[in-house]
Structure formats: structure tokens, C-alpha cells
């Protein structure tokens, strides 16, 4: 088996397992708010920050408010979530730029996402890929992790890794494989006790314990 045939069984295998389907672990219902989740997310659970947003995206309800906000009210605001001093700081002015900078609209280049505080490329490529449908990797803890232990790239840094990534997974499975890996993290590949004999990916993958 070649490389490039046993990358397309790996993919043939998640679609299988966990569907095609384009899912978004953080509920949001406008495009600033899953932008404004996505970075409350850094170093926090996905289901922590839904149970913050639920009540913070009632009280801030509008960009605009966001923008607004009083700094300390919106640190207890979000204070579950962890980091929260860094965080509060930069929703404020990330919604203040979205505000004054782009008519109230989340851009959608990776060069424009990334000008906004607390935008970092992962969570530029969670924009462009889950608002505008842009062909994108996003490298999370998953996704890093789970790749290496695959053998589809090398690097320890995010960013080169997202660019192996894009080197061997085909364009129009960037945004799925992120989806797919973050579930297979979550289940059946845990970083502390990865169920390797259960796993439907063992005999593809070099590092699996069985």
C-alpha cells in the first residue's frame, strides 16, 4: 500500500465512523459570536464555553454591546472559562475592530481574522472554514496530536503542521478531517488512555498499541 492509499483509507474510515456531516461543537447562531466562543475556547472545554455563551450572548446580545462592555463586569462574565483577564480584554476589542474596522462584519482572509485580538490562525481557520465554507486545516490539540500518531506529518508547531496536513489530505476533506479527528480525540484516541485494540484505525496506524 502506498502512502497516498493508506491517507485515503484513513479518510475512507472517519467518513465511515463518524459521517460527512459539517458539525460545530460551540453553539452560536451569528458569525461573531462563534468567533467570540472560539476564543473564549483557548484552554477551555467546548461544552464550558457553551454553558458560559448561553448566558453572556442573552446579556451581550449585539456586537455593539459587546464592544461596550465594561472590562471587570465582563471578566466575572466569562471568569468559568479560565484566562479570563486576557480573554475579556481581547472580546472587547476584537469586537470593537469588527465594530469600527469592518461595518460589524467578521472578515473572512486569513490576513484580516488574524489582525483581531485573540485571533491566532487556528481560530481564523475555524471562521473561514465553519462561516464561509473556505477550504481550511485547523490545528487543535486533536488534530496535532492524533496526526502525529498517524504518521501524516512530522512537525511539533501548529502552523507547520497545518501545512503538512494540507500537503497530504485532499483540499476538500480540510475542514471534515478537523470535525472527524476532534471526535476520534474525544472517543476512541484520548491523549492519557487511547483505546488502540478498539480503534478502526490500529492497522493503519504507527503508533497504536495493540
Known amino acids: 500500500m502506498t502512502e497516498k492509499e493508506r491517507v485515503q483509507k484513513i479518510l ?17 447562531e451569528e458569525p461573531w459570536q462563534l468567533l467570540a466562543a472560539v476564543i473564549l475556547s483557548a484552554q477551555c472545554t467546548d461544552a464550558r464555553v457553551n454553558q458560559v455563551t448561553e448566558g453572556l450572548f442573552r446579556k451581550y446580545d449585539t456586537l455593539e454591546k459587546l464592544a461596550a462592555a465594561e472590562l471587570t463586569e465582563l471578566e466575572q462574565d ?13 472580546l472587547i ?5 469588527l465594530v469600527e ?5 467578521v472578515p473572512e482572509t486569513l490576513e ?4 483581531l485580538a485573540g485571533v491566532g490562525r487556528k481560530t481564523a481557520n475555524v471562521i473561514r472554514g465553519n462561516i464561509y465554507h473556505d477550504p481550511s486545516v485547523v490545528v487543535d490539540t486533536h488534530v496535532k496530536r492524533i496526526s502525529r500518531k498517524l504518521g501524516l506529518v512530522s ?6 503542521i497545518e501545512y503538512e496536513l494540507m500537503e497530504v489530505l485532499p483540499k476538500e476533506h480540510w475542514i471534515l478531517y478537523n470535525i472527524q479527528i476532534i471526535t476520534h480525540g474525544r472517543g476512541l484516541c484520548p491523549a492519557r488512555n487511547p483505546k488502540c485494540v478498539q480503534c478502526f484505525l490500529k492497522e ?3 503508533s497504536a498499541e495493540i
Not at 468559568?80 to 481581547?90: C, E, M, Q, V
Not at 476589542?93 to 475592530?97: M, N
Not at 474596522?101 to 462584519?105: D, E, I, M, N, P
Open 112 to 115: 484580516e481574522l488574524t489582525s
Open 78 to 90: 466569562i471568569k468559568p472559562t479560565g484566562f479570563y483577564h486576557n480573554k475579556a480584554r481581547n
Open 93 to 97: 476589542s476584537c469586537a470593537k475592530d
Open 204 to 206: 493503519l496506524c504507527p
Open 155 to 160: 512537525s511539533q508547531d501548529p502552523e507547520k
Open 12 to 28: 475512507d474510515l472517519l467518513d465511515e465512523h463518524y459521517t460527512r456531516e459539517y458539525k460545530c461543537y460551540l453553539n452560536y
Open 101 to 105: 474596522k469592518f461595518g460589524g462584519k
